[in-house]
């Protein structure tokens, strides 16, 4: 995978034991509530972080920002399938994409980069 994706394109995991459909872009979110609670990490002493207790729930994950996610249905050789969030590491998003797929508001008119699939 070099390049974004566009919705119905399939493709195969390393080993070829799975196979995925593309259902579309996704951005990312990290829960703020799967952290442990009350923390049981030494280095905070039983406290919970104030970071974790302030803002939204949902944030983006910097962690994946530089590179797309899509939504796949995934399939095995038995025929099963599940659906699942994917992150192709092997493209990097162009700043132009990162500022708009992680915007906190969509910016006013057709100011952002259009994806494959985009039909505007």
């Known amino acids: 995978m070099n390049s974004m994706l566009e919705s119905g394109?399939?493709?195969?995991?390393?080993?070829?034991?799975?196979?995925?459909?593309?259902q579309g872009p996704v951005c990312r979110l990290?829960?703020?509530?799967?952290?442990?609670?009350p923390?049981?990490?030494?280095?905070w002493k039983g406290k919970q972080?104030?970071?974790?207790?302030?803002?939204?729930?949902?944030v983006g994950d910097i962690a994946v920002k530089r590179n797309p996610s899509y939504s796949v249905i995934g399939i095995d050789r038995s025929g099963h399938t599940w659906e699942q969030v994917i992150t192709d590491f092997t493209y990097m998003n162009s700043m132009a994409h990162r500022r708009w797929w992680y915007a906190a508001s969509p910016?006013?008119?057709?100011?952002?980069?259009?994806?494959?699939?985009?039909?505007?």
């Open 30 to 37: 990290y829960d703020r509530e799967e952290l442990p609670w």
């Open 39 to 43: 923390s049981c990490s030494l280095q």
């Open 107 to 120: 910016p006013p008119g057709k100011n952002y980069p259009n994806y494959p699939g985009d039909n505007g």
């Open 9 to 22: 394109t399939s493709f195969s995991s390393p080993g070829g034991s799975f196979s995925y459909v593309i």
């Open 49 to 58: 972080p104030s970071w974790n207790r302030v803002g939204r729930r949902f």
